[in-house]
């Protein structure tokens, strides 16, 4: 099956996934916490099974990786499959904030292929595949050629990057860690960090994003993300432009930021 073929599918699922959204949105949802504390909704719930049975059935014989479905580890037979958060940015969503996004990849031996990554109150819908260059609403999108940090915009820890050893920047964060990739794809902001884990389907959509509009991602020893591995977690992310990405990768290799 075609990459691109793949792509549409993607594009139209995660499209439908953001109507389910958005109307629970619109009206009382009903949510709970779940074992690790995070928060979760019906809406979460609906759009992640929409997306399994829509995607699976186009393409039975890829793998599944959902933060809203369990991880029978049959995905590691998969040299392709689907990684798909139903809803990234929950808090943003129970809170009435149009900082949420339905995220869908197709990852191939441990990459991403094609990504999705959309923001269904905006109706911003990003998507990529690979070698094709990355987009916001079918229009091309490329990262700022911002190469230095100070007065830089930046996504992340607003506690951490406001504070020595950083320099000055502007500082913003989304709960959608999807949605902070794709924002400094289309150039809105200049980088985004995280020093915490993040998990696979945070990641997967918005990484191709980002790499196919002309940046760099990795963890912070300047190593690509690999997706689909036994524990899908990806320890630390930087997202940048090549120049500002190696100017804030020095400075964490420096030791002067933890």
């Given amino acids: 099956m075609a990459v691109s073929d793949d792509l549409d599918l993607l594009e139209a699922a995660c499209r439908?996934?953001?109507?389910?959204?958005?109307?629970?949105?619109?009206?009382?949802?009903?949510?709970?916490?779940?074992?690790?504390?995070?928060?979760v909704t019906e809406a979460d719930l609906e759009v992640d099974a929409y997306l399994r049975r829509?995607?699976?059935?186009?393409?039975?014989?890829?793998?599944?990786?959902?933060?809203?479905?369990?991880?029978?580890?049959?995905?590691?037979?998969?040299?392709?499959?689907?990684?798909?958060?139903?809803?990234?940015?929950?808090?943003?969503?129970?809170?009435?904030r149009a900082h949420f996004t339905v995220c869908a990849a197709v990852v191939q031996d441990g990459a991403p292929v094609a990504g999705v990554v959309y923001n269904p109150l905006l109706d911003h819908l990003y998507k990529a595949k690979t070698g094709a260059g990355a987009f916001c609403n079918d229009a091309p999108i490329r990262v700022s050629d911002c190469c230095a940090m100070p007065?830089?915009?930046?996504?992340?820890?607003?506690?951490?990057?406001?504070?020595?050893?950083?320099?000055?920047?502007?500082?913003?964060?989304r709960n959608s860690v999807a949605y902070r990739v794709a924002?400094?794809?289309?150039?809105?902001?200049?980088?985004?960090?995280?020093?915490?884990?993040k998990r696979?389907?945070?990641?997967?959509a918005a990484d191709i994003i980002l790499r196919e509009a002309g940046g760099r991602i990795t963890d912070r020893e300047d190593q690509s993300?690999?997706?689909?591995?036994?524990?899908?977690?990806?320890?630390?992310?930087?997202?940048?432009?090549?120049?500002?990405?190696?100017?804030?990768?020095?400075?964490?290799?420096?030791g002067r930021a933890t």
């Avoid at 590691?76 to 809803?87: G, N, Q």
């Avoid at 007065?151 to 964060?173: F, H, N, Y």
């Fill in 200 to 204: 696979d389907w945070d990641l997967a």
């Fill in 225 to 254: 993300l690999v997706y689909n591995r036994p524990e899908a977690v990806q320890p630390t992310m930087l997202a940048a432009g090549p120049r500002l990405h190696a100017e804030i990768l020095s400075h964490l290799s420096e």
């Fill in 183 to 197: 924002l400094t794809a289309d150039g809105s902001f200049d980088a985004t960090l995280s020093l915490s884990a």
């Fill in 16 to 39: 439908a996934g953001g109507e389910i959204a958005r109307r629970y949105f619109q009206e009382c949802c009903k949510s709970w916490s779940k074992q690790d504390g995070s928060p």
């Fill in 54 to 96: 829509t995607l699976t059935q186009a393409r039975p014989d890829y793998g599944w990786l959902s933060e809203e479905s369990v991880d029978d580890r049959n995905r590691l037979e998969h040299r392709t499959l689907f990684i798909v958060d139903p809803i990234d940015g929950t808090v943003a969503f129970l809170e009435g």
């Fill in 151 to 173: 007065g830089c915009a930046i996504l992340g820890d607003r506690a951490m990057l406001t504070a020595p050893p950083w320099p000055q920047m502007r500082v913003e964060t």
